[in-house]
């Protein structure tokens, strides 16, 4: 079985996947457990009710907490989760899918306070530079960009050592290929162009993992020009799948109608999601996707079965979605 879990980390991502192999794998990491105002107005909205009504008055008739708080105990801490989930697990595989903050935040507590055992370190060859001073008043911590830099050289906590490996579309090796992944983004092209406009979202890892005659994308914060170079570059039966997370916390920047319609999912997840102005759920759902949102559901769980059955659950472990059978 192949079982992603789509963790509501708040505005960033990070997933587990429990490879058919037996092996862990992640995929980015971020540790905030706030609501921002934006995030408490847009939830407010969703619910009619005005931001004062959302913070402060009980969620229901029977119960004491509000919606804020509600919708505070949704988010997770990765590894906390990790603990309850995978504990004393390796990672085999870390993938950094591009070097932007919401994607690495904890990456400090998770690899090296925490020393949780690493194997493969994936990262994109990029230049991008931070000093110490870029963190001032900033939500972020300089100690996990620290931590990065070690991980991307080869070095962990105590001396510890991992491989470190930089691939581009197209590449192929034993162990991802056994796991069924396949490098769709980024090309060195568009790591050239990233490094030189300072917008690293198109340089961004695009996964494709197939099992059991299921695909699932996972595309970073790829945007416009990575999704036109795989839409040159590969054939639409390369880009079709059953499950997509949604590109850029699925706003608008990450949505690209002509790689949405060749890739035709049945389930789009949304690490945030639904947000107003940025936001394209309605977009996907438009395209006939079930589109799902941790901000609302907590963490998703997405697991395909040896047969191809897909099932689909919230954070309390309840089915929540439904895909087509094979």
Known sequence: MLTL??????????????????????????????????????????????????????????????????????????????????????????????????????????????????????????????????????????????????????????????????????????????????????????ISTCNVDGNYNDCSYVLRITYAGRTVILPGDAEGPAWTSMLKALNTSDLKCDVLKASHHGRDSGYDEEAVQAMSPDLVICSVGKKPETDASQKYANKGAQVLSTRYNGTITVSIKDDGKVVVKDHNQERIAKLARL
């Open 5 to 190: 879990h789509f963790l509501n980390v708040g505005h960033g991502d990070c997933t587990f996947i429990e490879l058919p192999s037996g092996r862990l794998m992640m995929i980015d990491i971020n540790n905030s457990k706030s609501l921002p105002d934006e995030d408490l107005d847009a939830l407010a909205s969703q619910k009619g009710l005005t931001l004062a009504n959302f913070i402060s008055k009980p969620k229901g008739l029977f119960e004491s907490r509000s919606w804020e708080e509600y919708y505070r105990s949704l988010l997770v801490d990765p590894y906390d989760y990790y603990s309850e989930h995978f504990s004393g697990q390796s990672i085999f595989r870390y993938i950094q899918t591009h070097p932007d903050m919401d994607h690495m935040s904890g990456l400090h507590r998770f690899f090296w306070q925490e020393a949780v055992s690493l194997g493969n370190f994936w990262d994109v060859s990029h230049n991008k530079q931070k000093n110490e001073a870029d963190f001032d008043h900033s939500p972020y911590s300089y100690d996990d960009w620290l931590v990065y830099k070690a991980l991307r050289g080869g070095r962990g906590p105590n001396d510890s050592k991992h491989k470190v490996l930089t691939n581009v579309r197209g590449d192929s090796g034993q162990f991802w290929t056994d796991d069924g992944i396949e490098v769709l983004s980024p090309t060195t092209e568009l």
